[in-house]
């Protein structure tokens, strides 16, 4: 049986799988083991598999058809210190998030890390140079990456951006 935590998570990325299929109407699912097949020590294992099988393995999110450059990292936890975020010091729970969602990107994905916090809300994280529209967002300097994540309310990042998404995925 999954520890509570486990659980937790994988209901989450169930359910980002659920939203991104009603809106897209394409299949989405939650990768089987969460994207831990083709990460970290695993990246290997990216030379002997096809395309279709990495996009099974890279992520938290299996896309849907049209997607092939979508690598989504799923994140829900009790709580985030967002006041941190405007400290000149990095986060170092934000970059182990981000450096997770980087380690199985190929050239060229639309890396998009979302988040959940209880009480608090939902939000993702995307690379700044995609010029999403957002009323209010944080940006956030990754060491990790050398580059700015905008960091911005889930749903609204969705209303505004969604042909954007599909795009940079295509």
Known sequence: MPSPQKAKGSAWERDVAKFLSGLYGESFIRAPGSGAYVGGSNKARKEILHEGQVRAFK?????????????????????????????????PQLEEWISQLMDVADPGDFNILIMKFNQIGKFIAIESKHKSKSKNYIDYWSNTTGSNWRISNFEEFFTRNSDLVKTLCA
């Open 59 to 91: 992520g938290d999110i299996v896309p849907g058809q049209s997607f092939p450059k979508f690598n989504a990292e799923c994140k829900f936890y009790k709580q985030f210190s967002f006041h941190r975020l405007l400290q000149p010091e990095p986060l």
